[in-house]
């Protein structure tokens, strides 16, 4: 046998994966405008662009279904991809759903999923138009793709950020982790006694974003109404800082972000500090707030300086200047992107 | 604990299991031409039609890779995509590629999977766009989606076959499950004695259809070329019979075909007698030889009749007359659909 060089994975991550895979990519036509490297791919369809996007869930890895209902489980699936579209200004049209199921999971196991599903199909307009259903050998795996059309004067990439602009984050951050934890203490104390209550009621915000995101769609197109078109735009999935990243590397910029200004839930803040988890940092890297991270540019301040449910937490500058913090405190201090690391 | 009903999804199978979740499916765009129930999802763009075709497979259930080499699977899940947007008589455009991993694959496996996606990408001229990479704890997890484009004119459904219609097939059937066996054989005596060379250069024909499956692109471009548009269409993933159920029960008719117009490759009907197999049974109810199955009006007959890789197997007839098989003896028996069965 011949020693064979091993790599692995592990040592490189999910972003230097996609990396490699994207290297030797080629591209055979003309209509498509952008492949990996996006909140979504988008192609030329004449009239206007269409976008898509995927992503796969798999048990163990992404949900534990001793906390996680199937029905949520069925919205979550929906709704965090939808969040791709959304991030790309474009507007959600159909999905695919491909389910993979162990025996364990009966007829009506998967209705309750497919009610999630219906349900988040009809808070988000897209259509279920198909899927696969296969048998599994390892519990539940789900694959989702959506895809949304925009006209092509509005679609937003990462890439097109300025210098100077203003970085807005829409509702809160960090309440989805701090809600995991609950549930992660919550399965801990019923493996050790079955015949308690889950106590959850004074949790059920950060637990609820845990359990059941919101795609902002509603954003999208309230900057459609106040026509603002964001220079840049990506979904926060992975943690703020992270997403940061990303539109830094793909703008060519470096940004600031004000500690003070990141909006942080009430109920998240004190929870986090019940688990002695510094709040701040589960807004920075906590992942899974699905919300939407985006710059405007200076001259559309106005538009949305009042509004409740955006937040402008900083602005983009040049990239020699780095993505800085400014603490509470008023030091600056390199931003660190920890990311949701499942490899 | 309440006593809860409880449906075993192997007593339902998997077409059942579509029909329930398609029953409640609501529709909100009238840009879905079509959802579920096809090949693929049809999506009006003004100009043209975009068509979405989503496939999952899993490793222990699609796929062994005991004898699957990964840039075999790597170029199967493409392909048997793009025989999807085929079916549909549309071109393929963009794919997305989900993949788990467990940690026994390193970089080095990963880079021979995608060598053979892109294989297939230049095969088949489809663009990779995108895809969610992700750690497994159940080996490797596969799934893909494919978009491509079609004029609206000429755009072919599983419903649209008439009464008179000649139903022909692509290529040759049954080979790719003779394939199965014997790899499956070789696995068997490889277990018993892993010093021994695998012996398939006489099996290597029915092998490869396994392993490296083709999507019929050029039978497409070939029938543009000939002005003809088949009445309806689907490729033969699940066998020939079960494919003639579905183009009968959407087009509400009955079928004949006859055994000895079945098109079967030497090297398969020999093989499969070796292994006690009914080299007709195997063309009917083997699956996965992603060949087209289609109809055409008889006018179109002169077109084709003179081709090398058509072959004519029957005809559609009124529902009444049922799907019929007549035999090489000339008996007339009811057609079986067997399918694949992985519930």
Same mark, same amino acid.
């Given at each position: 046998?011949?020693?064979?060089?091993?790599?692995?994975?592990?040592?490189?991550?999910?972003?230097?994966?996609?990396?490699?895979?994207?290297?030797?990519?080629?591209?055979?036509? !003309?209509?498509?405008?952008?492949?990996?490297?996006?909140?979504?791919?988008?192609?030329?369809?004449?009239?206007?662009?269409?976008?898509?996007? $995927?992503?796969?869930?798999?048990?163990?890895?992404?949900?534990?279904?001793?906390?996680?209902?199937?029905?949520?489980?069925?919205?979550?699936?929906?709704?965090?991809?939808?969040?791709?579209?959304?991030?790309?200004?474009?507007?959600?049209?159909?999905? $695919?759903? =491909?389910?993979?199921?162990?025996?364990?999971?009966?007829?009506?196991?998967?209705?309750?999923?497919?009610?999630?599903?219906? #349900?988040? /199909?009809?808070?988000?307009?897209?259509?279920?138009?198909?899927?696969?259903? @296969?048998?599994?050998?390892?519990?539940?795996?789900?694959?989702?793709?959506? @895809?949304? @059309?925009?006209?092509?004067? %509005?679609? @937003?990439?990462?890439?097109?950020?300025?210098?100077?602009?203003?970085?807005?984050?829409?509702?809160?951050?960090? #309440?989805?982790?701090?809600?995991?934890?609950?549930? #992660?203490?919550?399965?801990?104390?019923?493996?050790? =006694?079955?015949?308690?209550? !889950?106590?959850?009621?004074?949790?059920?915000?950060?637990?609820?974003?845990?359990?059941? !995101?919101?795609?902002?769609?509603?954003?999208?197109?309230?900057?459609?109404?106040?026509?603002?078109? !964001?220079?840049?735009?990506?979904?926060?999935?992975?943690?703020?800082?992270?997403?940061?990243?990303?539109? /830094?590397?793909?703008?060519? +910029?470096?940004?600031?972000?004000?500690?003070?200004?990141?909006?942080?839930?009430?109920?998240?803040?004190? $929870?986090?500090?019940?688990?002695?988890?510094?709040?701040?940092? /589960?807004?920075? =890297?906590?992942?899974?707030?699905?919300? +939407?991270?985006?710059?405007?540019?200076?001259?559309?301040?106005?538009?949305?300086?009042?509004?409740?449910?955006?937040?402008?937490?900083?602005?983009?500058?040049?990239?020699?200047?780095?993505?800085?913090?400014?603490?509470?405190?008023?030091?600056?201090?390199?931003? %660190? #992107?920890?990311?949701?690391?499942?490899?």
């Amino acid at each position: 046998m011949s020693e064979e060089k091993r790599t692995e994975i592990g040592d490189l991550g999910e972003f230097g994966l996609i990396d490699k895979i994207s290297e030797e990519v080629r591209i055979y036509h !003309p209509e498509t405008v952008k492949g990996i490297g996006d909140d979504a791919a988008v192609f030329d369809m004449g009239d206007s662009l269409m976008v898509i996007s $995927t992503d796969m869930l798999l048990e163990g890895v992404h949900f534990d279904l001793s906390y996680m209902p199937l029905q949520h489980l069925g919205y979550k699936i929906v709704a965090v991809n939808v969040s791709d579209i959304a991030a790309m200004n474009a507007t959600p049209k159909q999905i $695919t759903v =491909n389910i993979g199921l162990s025996n364990r999971f009966s007829l009506e196991a998967v209705e309750l999923l497919y009610e999630g599903v219906r #349900a988040a /199909c009809e808070a988000f307009k897209v259509d279920l138009v198909g899927g696969d259903t @296969t048998a599994s050998q390892a519990g539940l795996v789900l694959s989702v793709t959506v @895809t949304g @059309t925009v006209p092509k004067d %509005q679609i @937003t990439y990462r890439s097109e950020a300025k210098k100077g602009d203003i970085l807005c984050v829409t509702g809160d951050l960090g #309440a989805a982790y701090v809600g995991l934890q609950v549930l #992660a203490r919550e399965k801990q104390e019923f493996l050790g =006694n079955p015949d308690m209550q !889950p106590k959850l009621d004074q949790y059920s915000y950060v637990v609820g974003r845990q359990l059941r !995101p919101v795609a902002r769609m509603d954003i999208i197109h309230e900057l459609a109404d106040k026509q603002i078109k !964001p220079t840049s735009m990506i979904d926060v999935s992975d943690g703020l800082a992270s997403e940061v990243f990303h539109l /830094c590397k793909q703008s060519g +910029l470096g940004a600031a972000i004000y500690e003070d200004k990141l909006p942080i839930d009430k109920e998240a803040y004190e $929870t986090a500090a019940e688990f002695s988890l510094d709040p701040n940092m /589960c807004a920075l =890297n906590g992942g899974e707030d699905y919300e +939407l991270l985006f710059t405007i540019s200076q001259e559309d301040f106005e538009k949305i300086k009042n509004h409740a449910d955006i937040h402008t937490i900083g602005y983009m500058q040049e990239k020699e200047k780095g993505k800085a913090l400014v603490t509470r405190g008023g030091n600056v201090v390199e931003l %660190q #992107a920890q990311g949701w690391k499942h490899f």
